[in-house]
């Protein structure tokens, strides 16, 4: 009787190709997870020092994800029954040496293979009892924890959808409403007054977002509370300044106390120089 092939071997599997590494390297990691379950090798893999273990435990949770979508197996029922590195090709590179020698340098690549299986009614009972007796039941924590991202990322996704299905006449109608109700006056009131506080500087002043980008088209002058000097868009710092004020214009940022850099200045003080001499040469 012949034995199955290890890479025929029944379960969910991920495959990784033409990874940049020996497959000794990657056998020494696959040998440490070789027969655990699905959590306990991602715990291996993620305290690991070798590098490739970053690349084992992307193609680990490959795997894990097409059980779970494509097979419908829980994640806390999982275990590695099988995982092998295949030899890739290998990159011939050559490095001189002295009296006009040269060494053969090879850039080894592999396959990583991953195969996860299911564990047995049995198997399961006992790894529960297992858990309860050491007072560390992490596998099915991890597991509802999963489970409720899964589902908050789902209802956050309907209702989003939901919001986007309102008929823009089911809008109007509300917008009709609250304009009547005498709650409508109050929001107003207090919209006035935030519009007041986002004013600090008068009229044709505006708080920055949060990302320093300007509230509206209007406002095309940058300015820095802690420095008080406004950039044009002509000026050279526009874009490399992130604005906490914005201005409609420069004369509202020169009323508020800023002022221009001083290269614009001294290159404004030189255009007029350079004006009036032009007026003296004409007359």
């Known amino acids: 009787m012949t034995a199955t092939k290890t890479n025929e071997r029944p379960g969910t599997r991920a495959q990784i190709k033409y990874v940049r590494s020996s497959a000794y390297k990657v056998r020494e990691v696959l040998n440490l997870i070789r027969g655990k379950s699905f959590f306990e090798a991602t715990n291996i893999l993620t305290f ?8 084992v435990l992307k193609c680990l949770n490959s795997a894990a ?12 029922e999982l275990f590695v029954s099988a995982c092998y590195a295949d030899e890739g090709p290998t990159l011939k590179r050559w490095r001189p040496r002295a009296r006009g020698r040269a060494t053969r340098i090879r850039k080894r690549t592999c396959h990583i293979t991953l195969i996860l299986g299911r564990y047995s009614p049995e198997e399961l009972t006992e790894q529960r009892d297992r858990a309860e007796l050491k007072g560390s039941p992490t596998q099915q924590s991890a597991a509802e924890a999963r489970k409720r991202r899964v589902a908050k990322s789902k209802e956050s996704e309907l209702e989003s959808q939901s919001e ?11 917008a009709d409403a609250v304009e009547v109700s005498s709650t409508e006056q109050q929001d107003t009131e207090e919209e006035s007054s935030v519009e007041s506080e986002d004013s600090p500087y008068g009229e044709g002043s505006a708080f920055a977002l949060e990302d320093g980008s300007a509230p509206s088209s209007d406002y095309v002058i940058k300015a820095k509370v802690s420095t ?5 868009e002509e000026s050279s710092f526009f874009g490399r300044t992130k604005a906490d004020i914005w201005f409609t214009d420069a004369e ?3 009323a508020a106390g800023f002022r221009l ?9 030189e255009s007029e120089e350079g004006q009036i001499d032009n007026d003296g040469e004409n007359e």
């Open 261 to 269: 850099p001083n290269s614009m200045q001294n290159e404004d003080a």
């Open 65 to 76: 994800a097409n059980a779970e979508n494509n097979d419908d197996i829980p994640v806390e």
């Open 48 to 55: 690991s020092e070798r590098r490739i273990s970053d690349t």
């Open 252 to 254: 509202t940022a020169e």
């Open 164 to 174: 986007e299905g309102q008929s823009e006449e089911d809008s109007e109608i509300l």
């Open 228 to 232: 008080k000097i406004y950039h044009p």
